[in-house]
C-alpha cells in the first residue's frame, strides 16, 4: 500500500506541474507608463502697421495704425546659411501675428539657435491705400529676433516667444496735406 501511495503522490505532483501553470495568474508584461512628451514650440509674434505719411523713411510708428491681415514670413538658416525653416503667416484683425514655428528644430549649437537664425520680413498688405514695405526694424532686410523672456506652460506644452517688429507699410503716395 505504501508503494500505490507513492505511486498516487507522484501523479498527483505530476499533473500538478502540468495543470498548475495553466491555471496560475500569469503575470502581464506592461510597458513602463508611457508619460505624453512635453510639446515645445517655438513662437515669433509681432505687429504690422501702416506708417503715417508725417514720418514715411524714418523709424517712427507715431499716428501709424495697425494692418489687419497683414502677410509676413519667417525664415531661419543654419550654421551653413541654409534655409532650414521657410512660413508665411497672416496677422489677425488687429495687425498682430503669431507665428508657430512648426517643424524648426533647436539644434544644440548657439549659431542654430531662433535669435541668431531667424528673421521675419513683410510680405503684402492687403490695403490698396498702404501697401509699400518699409525697412523699419528692417522689415525689407529681415528683422532680427529678440528675447522678451516670454514663456507659455502647461503640463504637456511649452511655447519659447520671440519677438520681431514692429514692422510697418507705408503709403505708396503722401501727399501735401501729411496723414
Not at 22 to 31: F, G, L, N, R
Not at 51 to 58: F, N
Not at 111 to 121: E, S
Request: a positive charge; aromatic letters at 8%.
Amino acid at each position: 500500500m505504501a508503494a500505490n501511495n507513492s505511486h498516487l503522490i507522484t501523479v498527483c505532483s505530476l499533473l500538478l506541474l502540468f495543470v498548475l501553470p495553466s491555471m496560475a495568474v500569469q503575470p502581464k508584461y506592461h510597458h513602463a507608463p508611457t508619460t505624453p512628451q512635453k510639446k515645445s514650440d517655438v513662437v515669433v509674434e509681432g505687429v504690422v502697421y501702416c506708417q503715417s505719411c508725417k514720418y514715411a523713411g524714418s523709424w517712427s510708428l507715431t499716428g501709424a495704425k495697425t494692418i489687419p491681415s497683414a502677410r509676413v514670413s519667417v525664415t531661419c538658416k543654419n550654421s551653413r546659411h541654409q534655409v532650414s525653416f521657410y512660413k508665411a503667416y497672416q496677422a489677425d484683425k488687429h495687425g498682430y501675428f503669431y507665428a508657430q514655428l512648426d517643424g524648426f528644430k533647436l539644434s544644440h549649437g548657439v549659431l542654430d539657435h531662433p535669435l541668431q537664425a531667424c528673421t521675419v520680413k513683410l510680405l503684402s498688405s492687403p490695403l490698396a491705400t498702404c501697401n509699400v514695405r518699409t525697412n523699419l526694424n528692417y522689415g525689407i532686410d529681415g528683422a532680427k529676433l529678440r528675447s522678451e523672456g516670454k514663456v507659455l506652460r502647461s503640463p504637456h506644452y511649452e511655447a519659447v516667444i520671440y519677438a520681431a517688429g514692429p514692422l510697418a507699410f507705408r503709403p505708396e503716395t503722401c501727399s501735401n496735406h501729411h496723414g
